[in-house]
């Protein structure tokens, strides 16, 4: 298994791991250039073929006197074809992400998780924050 940051070379692979349907593909492409500066995929290779991707979505807090870099990443989209899993490849994808992080000087990552993958991040060293808060419309 190789875990790399993807390229433009990998854009219809990633598509595929999200479902976009063919038609969409341009849409998708194109988004995926216009936000290449803040959200970075990542992919897992097995024998020449992408089986995995995450991404990390850096973004910006307003700065303060004390911190005027307040960086921080988001893990989004994690997703491993269903034949692969349990491999160690959705591991290995976090564990990329979180040396990107740890080269970028991030403040923190934050992961939104399913119910079923939340033993999943809290064993890559993600833990329950107090306060953290979400609000949701109606």
């Given at each position: ?32 250039a216009a936000h290449a500066e803040t959200h970075l995929p990542f992919v897992a290779e097995v024998d020449g073929s992408v089986v995995g991707a995450a991404w990390l979505l850096i973004a910006e807090r307003v700065p303060s006197n004390d911190s005027p870099d307040r960086r921080y ?66």
């Amino acid at each position: 298994m190789i875990v790399r940051k993807a390229g433009v070379a990998d854009v219809v692979a990633l598509a595929a791991l999200r479902g976009i349907e063919p038609e969409n593909l341009p849409a998708y492409a194109d988004w995926v250039a216009a936000h290449a500066e803040t959200h970075l995929p990542f992919v897992a290779e097995v024998d020449g073929s992408v089986v995995g991707a995450a991404w990390l979505l850096i973004a910006e807090r307003v700065p303060s006197n004390d911190s005027p870099d307040r960086r921080y990443g988001d893990v989004q989209s994690v997703e491993v074809r269903e034949e692969y899993r349990n491999r160690g490849i959705g591991g290995a994808l976090i564990a990329a992400i979180l040396a990107e992080a740890g080269a970028r000087d991030l403040l923190h990552v934050t992961v939104h998780s399913s119910r079923r993958a939340v033993d999943f991040y809290q064993r890559a060293g993600f833990c329950h924050h107090r306060q953290l808060l979400l609000w949701e419309p109606d």
